[in-house]
C-alpha cells in the first residue's frame, strides 16, 4: 500500500495494532459523516462503520494491497451505507429510498457526498501532477491554467511543439492511470 501521503504499513502484530488503532482515531467521526448522511441514523452509521472496521482488521493482510486506506474507508463505508438501506428496505424496516436518490446523494456536486467525492478525486490528481517530472509538470500546467496552445508553449519554453506534445501524452497517461486505480478501490 503506497501513496504519497501514507507509508506502507509495517508488518509485525504490535505495530499493526499501533497503526490501526491510529486509522480508526483519524478517520471514524469523518466515516460516521458519510454513513450518517446515506442512512440518516446515527446509531445506525456508528454501527456501519465500526463493522467496516472490524471487516478491515480482519482482512489486515490486505492492506498491503490498498493505495490509498482513506479512499478504500470511504468506499467501503459508502457500499456498505448502501447494501445496510437496500438489506432493510426489504423488510420495510427502512423509508424508502430509491436507486436513483442514493447515486444523487452519492454523487451529485451539490450534495455533501458528492463534494467529499470530488474534492477526495481532486487531491488524487493534485498528487500526481505533482509527482511529474519538472518539466512535464511545467508543461502540463502551463497548457491547463494558462491555456496556452503547444505552439505558445513550445514558444516560451524554448523546445519543439512534438517535445510539447509527447509531454502532455506522458502527463495525460499519468493521471488517467492514477485516476482509474482510484476509481478502482
Not at 504490535?14 to 446515527?42: G, P
Not at 420495510?92 to 457526498?113: C, F, K, M, Q, V
Not at 467529499?116 to 509527482?131: A, F, P
Not at 491547463?144 to 496552445?149: E, H, N, Y
Request: charged share 30%; proline share 3%; glycine share 2%.
Amino acid at each position: 500500500m503506497e501513496n504519497c501521503d501514507q507509508k506502507p504499513l509495517p508488518s509485525t502484530p504490535e505495530a499493526d495494532i499501533e497503526t490501526f488503532e491510529k486509522l480508526y482515531e483519524k478517520y471514524y467521526v469523518y466515516l460516521c459523516m458519510v454513513a450518517l448522511h446515506i442512512v440518516r441514523n446515527r446509531d445506525d452509521a456508528e454501527e456501519i462503520v465500526s463493522d467496516v472496521f472490524v471487516k478491515l482488521w480482519n482482512s489486515a493482510d490486505r492492506l498491503k494491497e490498498i493505495r490509498s486506506v482513506k479512499a478504500y474507508l470511504i468506499r467501503a463505508v459508502h457500499n456498505a451505507s448502501l447494501n445496510y438501506i437496500e438489506r432493510n428496505r426489504k423488510y420495510g424496516l427502512t423509508e424508502s429510498i430509491h436507486a436513483r436518490d442514493i447515486n444523487i446523494l452519492s454523487w451529485d456536486g451539490d450534495y455533501p457526498l458528492g463534494k467529499l467525492y470530488e474534492k477526495e478525486l481532486l487531491d488524487v490528481i493534485r498528487n500526481c501532477i505533482e509527482k511529474l517530472p519538472d518539466s512535464c509538470r511545467e508543461i502540463f500546467l502551463l497548457s491547463r491554467d494558462t491555456d496556452l496552445k503547444y505552439i505558445e508553449i513550445s514558444d516560451r519554453l524554448g523546445i519543439s511543439v512534438n517535445t510539447v506534445k509527447a509531454q502532455m501524452k506522458i502527463a495525460l497517461a499519468r493521471i488517467r492511470e492514477t485516476v482509474s486505480k482510484y476509481m478502482n478501490i
